[in-house]
């Protein structure tokens, strides 16, 4: 084989890689919705089950990866969610906490105690643990790919961000902009997903991504520096735009990130100018932020601050439905209801003053959902997950990593989300976890010896 024709191959991406950004992208079209019903849940499963099937079938090689930990705490969701759906002999079934209506139910109607699985609605468990494809599949792939292939990763999660914040923005200037298969709310600024709050969470991502991706393995910015520089007002921007609170403090987390990861090379960039060239150009950005951000407030097209000074917090569904959130959570701890059922389950123990047109879906907040919906088992797996985020992040502070830094940031954004929100339920959000944590465990950037070795050949 000549020399060219052994680069051209050289230089074919691998098949794990072309999977993973067709699957990417599918969920990037379909993968903003978290509801069962939504048409988007039926293309995105089919695509990671397509995706994981001629993954196995068409990857010749594992490549050696540091995501064990990251594979047994997806591993540990999943077990939880399949351990649901066993089914339990009558006496230990009727023996969980809760289920002594569900008793009275089957006695009264003179049928026969039938063993049961351990959650109290099986088919909401199901859809939990068919969501997990997602999560799996992007693992496998993103695992296996190439270290070269895996440089390019930050590039395309955020060039998958700035097709959604130009979507936001389409919406946000009056274009009647609408996803068929996600269950969107006409007049939101949402782009592909469902929900602003998630929108935001996604957008807020590329504030951390693009200062890292402009200085990534130690080159020079080139025109990456000034691409990355304007996307981040445009980011901040379409986040205000949104109406989405969350979104205003995970997006100022990952700008803040996002400079802090970059502020040695970009300090290094400037190394020739004087020293105050670079905090100058940071402050120039911060100041064109705050100014952007004063005109969206003085043109009220602001809604996320808007929506921050006007609301009631007497008012808002989240913190009136929480002391019956927290009356469900003792009623059935340490069991839980089952992965997936807190909408079905709440309408049982709904008091009347909280009936409206609209339903609650969701607790709104992650954490509580997960012991409400998952027990102790639940809170153990969340607490391992937590804990490996910490220490994970203690080391990659510690250390020169600056893609395991940004993982630990865009992890540390999704935490902070699911205080009021739900993120982690959402394809893309679940695809976006998946990368970040590999990036935390140290599937990311790696020193550069002086001299190449056969795997910087590949």
Not at 96 to 113: E, I, K, N, Y
Not at 136 to 149: C, D, F, G, K
Not at 167 to 196: C, K, Y
Not at 211 to 228: D, E, K, T, Y
Request: hydrophobic letters at 55%; aromatic letters at 10%.
């Amino acid at each position: 084989m000549s020399q060219r024709s052994a680069t051209v191959f050289s230089a074919r991406p691998s098949a794990a890689y072309v999977l993973l950004m067709a699957l990417l992208l599918v969920l990037w079209i379909a993968g903003g919705a978290s509801r069962a019903d939504t048409y988007g849940q039926i293309v995105v499963r089919f695509a990671a089950w397509l995706a994981l099937v001629a993954g196995v079938i068409t990857v010749e090689r594992p490549v050696r990866s540091r995501s064990r930990a990251v594979t047994w705490l997806l591993a540990a969701a999943i077990g939880v969610a399949a351990l649901q759906l066993i089914p339990l002999p009558p006496m230990v079934w009727q023996s969980l906490p809760g289920r002594a209506m569900f008793v009275d139910a089957a006695t009264l109607s003179g049928q026969p105690q039938p063993w049961r699985p351990w959650t109290i609605v099986p088919d909401a468990t199901w859809n939990a643990l068919s969501s997990l494809i997602v999560p799996l599949t992007v693992l496998l792939l993103a695992s296996r790919i190439r270290p070269s292939e895996r440089a390019t990763l930050p590039g395309a999660l955020l060039l998958l961000i700035t097709a959604s914040t130009l979507l936001g923005l389409l919406q946000f200037s009056g274009g009647n902009l609408s996803n068929p298969l996600v269950n969107d709310t006409p007049g939101e600024v949402s782009a592909t997903f469902a929900n602003r709050n998630h929108f935001a969470l996604f957008v807020a991502f590329g504030c951390a991504v693009a200062p890292v991706w402009a200085f990534l393995h130690g080159r020079r910015a080139g025109w990456r520096g000034p691409v990355a520089l304007g996307l981040l007002p445009l980011f901040v921007l379409i986040i205000l735009a949104s109406g989405s609170r969350a979104g205003m403090i995970v997006g100022l987390i990952g700008l803040a990130a996002g400079l802090i990861i970059s502020w040695r090379p970009l300090k290094k960039e400037f190394g020739r100018y004087p020293r105050w060239v670079p905090f100058a150009l940071v402050a120039t950005l911060a100041i064109t932020i705050v100014l952007l951000v004063g005109l969206s407030v003085a043109a009220d097209r602001a809604a996320s601050i808007s929506r921050t000074l006007a609301v009631d917090t007497g008012q808002d569904m989240r913190q009136r439905a929480l002391p019956t959130v927290l009356h469900m959570i003792g009623i059935y701890f340490p069991a839980g209801t089952g992965l997936g059922t807190f909408d079905p389950m709440f309408r049982i123990h709904e008091p009347f003053k909280l009936l409206k047109l609209t339903y609650f879906n969701h607790v709104h907040n992650d954490y509580l959902e997960i012991v409400l919906d998952a027990g102790i088992v639940g809170l153990v797996v969340l607490g391992a997950a937590i804990g490996w985020w910490l220490w994970a992040t203690f080391v990659a502070w510690r250390g020169t990593d600056r893609l395991a830094r940004l993982g630990s940031a865009m992890l540390f954004q999704v935490l902070i989300a699911s205080l009021v929100d739900y993120p982690a339920r959402t394809p893309l959000i679940m695809a976006s976890i998946i990368v970040a944590a590999l990036w935390l465990s140290g599937d990311g950037e790696r020193e550069r010896p002086a001299l190449p070795t056969d795997e910087s050949r590949l």
